[in-house]
Structure formats: structure tokens, C-alpha cells
């Protein structure tokens, strides 16, 4: 059996939070909105109000920013309770998925834009415009 050593790093994916990676929005399992502690490639850490076992094997639901679905199957590493709370406790889990999904280790890339434009943006071009053509002219 090898002794890790402190700096060394087992894991074979980054993990990040939710909130960086920019094509997801929200995560369901087996039907349920749970919270994303951390995500990768190869699975999430998350948080639940609802026990799971370990081997159990469940739909994965990733929702896009676009409202578009990707489900992936997985399988629950481990489970505990991380919180009692006043009517439910809450469980933290590990889920690996079947297949990898390269679409999470996409690069973080921060909006710049306040605001999104509405339809499309034309630059750099030199159209003119004729008001006698406009369909609104007042």
C-alpha cells in the first residue's frame, strides 16, 4: 500500500463549484434540485434532503443555462448526514458517473457584458440606413 503524501493529489479531475462552470445552472438526482458542493468531470459532491446508499445507481439531471437537459447516469460513492434541521436532515453524497463529461472541465470564462443585447450584434460594418425603408418612422 503506497502513503500518499500531503501535497500529492489522488483525484484525476478538477473540481469546481457550480457557479464556474458557466454551461450549468442547477443538478438534479433522481428527480430532486440538490445543491453542487463541488463538480467534475467524473462526478459531483452535493447536498440533499434526501438519504441515498452507496451502489445505489440514479439518473443524473444537469440543467444548462439554455433550459436544456443532460442526464448521465451514476452511482453513489458515499453518503452522511451533514446537518439536522428542524423538520429534515441533510445528507452530503458522492456520485460517479458512468461515462466522463468533458463539457464540465470547460474553461471559466467570466462575462464581461452588463447586460445581454437583445437578438444579434452587428460590428464593424459600415451599413447606412434608409428611414424611407424603416418600418417605424415615427
Same mark, same amino acid.
Given at each position: 500500500?503506497?502513503? &500518499?503524501?500531503?501535497?500529492?493529489?489522488?483525484?484525476?479531475?478538477?473540481?469546481?463549484?457550480? +457557479?464556474?462552470?458557466?454551461?450549468?445552472?442547477?443538478?438534479?438526482?433522481?428527480?430532486? &434540485?440538490?445543491?453542487?458542493?463541488?463538480a467534475s468531470a467524473n462526478g459531483l459532491l452535493v447536498e440533499?434532503?434526501?438519504?441515498?446508499?452507496?451502489?445505489?445507481?440514479?439518473?443524473?439531471?444537469?440543467?444548462?443555462?439554455?433550459?436544456? =437537459?443532460? !442526464?448521465?447516469?451514476?452511482?453513489?460513492?458515499?453518503? +452522511?448526514?451533514?446537518? &439536522?434541521g428542524p423538520s429534515h436532515p441533510r445528507y452530503q453524497f458522492?456520485?460517479?458517473?458512468? !461515462?466522463? &463529461?468533458?463539457?464540465?472541465?470547460?474553461?471559466?470564462?467570466?462575462?464581461?457584458? =452588463?447586460?445581454?443585447?437583445?437578438?444579434?450584434?452587428?460590428?464593424? =460594418?459600415?451599413a447606412q440606413v434608409d428611414a424611407s425603408q424603416s418600418l417605424?418612422?415615427?
Open positions: 500500500m503506497a502513503i &500518499l503524501e500531503r501535497e500529492e493529489e489522488r483525484r484525476g479531475a478538477c473540481r469546481r463549484p457550480l +457557479h464556474e462552470i458557466s454551461r450549468f445552472v442547477a443538478v438534479k438526482v433522481s428527480s430532486e &434540485l440538490v445543491d453542487v458542493i463541488n440533499g434532503g434526501f438519504p441515498v446508499r452507496p451502489g445505489m445507481t440514479s439518473f443524473v439531471d444537469l440543467i444548462e443555462a439554455a433550459g436544456n =437537459t443532460v !442526464r448521465v447516469n451514476g452511482t453513489i460513492v458515499r453518503c +452522511h448526514i451533514v446537518s &439536522l458522492a456520485i460517479m458517473f458512468d !461515462r466522463a &463529461l468533458p463539457m464540465i472541465d470547460e474553461a471559466f470564462e467570466p462575462s464581461v457584458r =452588463t447586460a445581454d443585447p437583445f437578438g444579434f450584434l452587428i460590428v464593424d =460594418t459600415q417605424n418612422n415615427w
